[in-house]
């Protein structure tokens, strides 16, 4: 056993450098050493999954970022804003089939002040308190702080005192280099930095994600893992970490070749060994679909994300992977897990063993 390979199995923390290695490793060896650390990290045979709702409530986006085929310049989808008795309808049809989490999501939209925001979260909370908020982005609430001319903090603080309960904490890639090609007009990796630590120093959780194949170096896939880890390190509110990848049909980048599965389970296999601190991996079954996300089961995810009922981001570039619970509850049971129903926090709803 090399040097390396003793100290994964070891539980011990890889530094950048060493974990740049890990892109050259025999990828059947990289996935056994991520399911070990799947199992440091949590131990158990459990694998989760949320029934949820996405919402994106407006694609009117300022950003206008390249590789986003969902904005209203980008020409596939119409410009749109739901009205709260759309979202209303929405959320009212999830919580019917049994889901416990909505997400809203939309575009960084000039007609948006904090207190639409604000009314859309009181809204939903008003007539369904039950219902989990694991809503906006950083982005959404470094745009709506500069809007209002509040800071990100006060925002924050209203969306919370409104009902917002967690953040998806959506970063792309947090590289200035890329991110000043592919997204000039959105936060900063600072920015984004900031906003996270402002999310969990008012108490609210946060997942953080990473969108690769934009064109960054492998180096800098890693310093996209660094700047999480390190976040992690001084919060210790991130609850989960979701690679997806890039899909360049319908962008402004449909030049760019679309990352691979081997490309996927890599990352998959090395966010999981370098991420020593984040206990949840979500296999990113809408970008790479159900039977790939099944494989990243056993190469470092533990977590299904959500049975969406309605997507429109992704669904935006061509890709239209859907399931249902039946199929995510066959999906893990075949990959040799426990499948169950969990909460925003990841506690068990209902066990499927
Ligand atoms: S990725 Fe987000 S911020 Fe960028 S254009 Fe699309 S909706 Fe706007």
Redesign the pocket.
Known sequence: MNELNEKIYAGKRLSAEEALNLFDWDILELGRAADFRTRLAVPGAEVGFIIDRIINFT?V?????S?????AR?GQIEPYELTNEVILSKVAELVESGGTQVML????NPRYALDDLTAMVRAIKDRFPGVTLHSF?P??LVYAARRSGFSVAHVIEVLKEAGLDSVPG?S?ILVERVRKLV?P??ISVGEWVETMESLHRCGLKSSATMTYGLGETRAERIAHLSVIRGLQDRTGMIRAFIPWSFSPAQTRMENVAAATGMDYLRIVAIARIFLDNVRYLQAGWLTEGMKMAQLALTMGANDMGGVLTEEV?VGATGLKNKTSMDEMIDIIRDAGRIPIQRDSDYRQIRSFA
């Open positions: 694609n986006c300022e950003a206008e970022c590789f986003c085929a969902f904005h980008a999501q939309g575009g960084l982005s982005a959404e959506a792309d997204s007009r959105k981001v």
